[in-house]
């Protein structure tokens, strides 16, 4: 992997690539993957804000009118919450984190402790020749002194078209917010098909938006296949540590923005609290730690691999 980095509004961006894909991070910015390029494609993954510029925030800064797109990562929570004593802000401690990063053996490593929860992340990036993935081996630590109940998301905001198709395998779904969506059921459905619809086909750009709840899948996938079924971007992941996958879209609705967000997640619903209650959270006691891969594939998807999987 190569690897280079330049200086962009004060912050220090780091770019891995090799032959195929290109990858952009920004320290700064909590790790966030600012770009995915496919190089022999010359495609963009990623969705920008282009309304707004990269920059840092401070911690408890509202995380909606300050969406910039790209990669992040919500830890240790979602909404504003009260977590086992701690108040923590919106979308969580890591996306206004500062965190430092080393260039080790062809592997770019962000890491740093979070104020709050004290939880600390260290995560690996590295690319193999001739592959469109990038892995990311994450390793997370509870050096807190006390048990810690946290939600940890991954948070893909990407380019869309009306006729894409998300990739889960899925059984079960159910509306977040009935009051926003294009659909207005509060009951649990059989995954994508939900009031006469085929909730997994990206619409037109309507002025309405999504938000669903997925779970029981079959596997640790979760994409978007674009809507000529010849391009992929998906996450790959253990499903002990992101059981739940949550996806969100907006088709114009949310400040006239136009991008699905996929959300591979260890918690549901949103509230932490009202996860632990179901038992349906991270947990990590004191000096406990979670090691994990999630590899991202950005790339070319032949219509034999769409018939043999999907």
């Known amino acids: 992997m190569k690897i280079s980095s330049r200086e962009y509004n004060g912050m220090i961006v780091l770019t891995g690539e090799n032959d195929q894909i290109r990858f952009e991070i ?3 910015m909590g790790g966030k993957l600012a770009s995915v390029f496919n190089k022999t494609l010359n495609k ?11 920059g840092l925030n401070a911690p ?16 240790p929570n979602d909404i504003p919450e009260t ?14 984190t500062s ?20 939880l600390f992340y260290r995560k690996t990036l590295s690319l193999q020749p001739g592959s469109a993935e990038i892995h990311l081996d994450y390793q997370m630590i509870n050096e807190s002194g006390h048990t810690r109940h946290f939600l940890w998301k991954l948070h893909a905001a990407l380019k869309i078209s009306a006729g894409d198709h998300l990739l889960s395998s899925a059984r079960k779904a159910k509306v977040v917010y009935p009051e926003a969506s294009r659909f207005s059921t509060t009951d649990e459905f059989n995954w994508p098909l939900v009031e006469g619809h085929d909730a997994a086909l990206v619409p037109e750009k309507n002025g309405s938006m999504d938000f669903f709840y997925l779970y029981e899948a079959l596997e640790g996938e979760m994409g978007l296949i674009s809507g000529d079924g010849k391009h992929l971007f ?17 088709y114009g609705q949310f400040d006239g923005h136009y991008t699905a967000i996929l959300e591979p997640a260890s918690a549901m619903p949103v509230s932490v609290n009202e996860a632990m209650k179901k038992q349906q959270c991270t947990v990590l006691a004191a000096g406990q730690q979670i090691e994990t891969r999630v590899t991202i594939y950005a790339g070319e998807l032949s219509s034999s691999e769409i018939n043999d999987r999907y």
């Open 44 to 54: 963009e993954f990623l969705w920008h804000n282009e309304g707004l510029d990269l």
């Open 83 to 96: 977590i086992d004593s701690l108040e923590y802000p919106d979308h969580g401690e890591l996306w206004t």
């Open 99 to 118: 965190l430092q990063y080393e260039i080790k053996e062809n592997k770019l490593i962000v890491y740093g402790k979070l104020a709050q929860s004290g």
């Open 60 to 75: 408890g800064t509202d995380y909606d009118s300050h969406f910039l797109g790209g990669v992040d990562e919500l830890l």
């Open 234 to 250: 998906a996450y790959r992941y253990d499903q002990q540590v992101f059981p739940f996958q949550w996806y969100f879209a907006s």
């Open 26 to 28: 920004i320290p700064a």
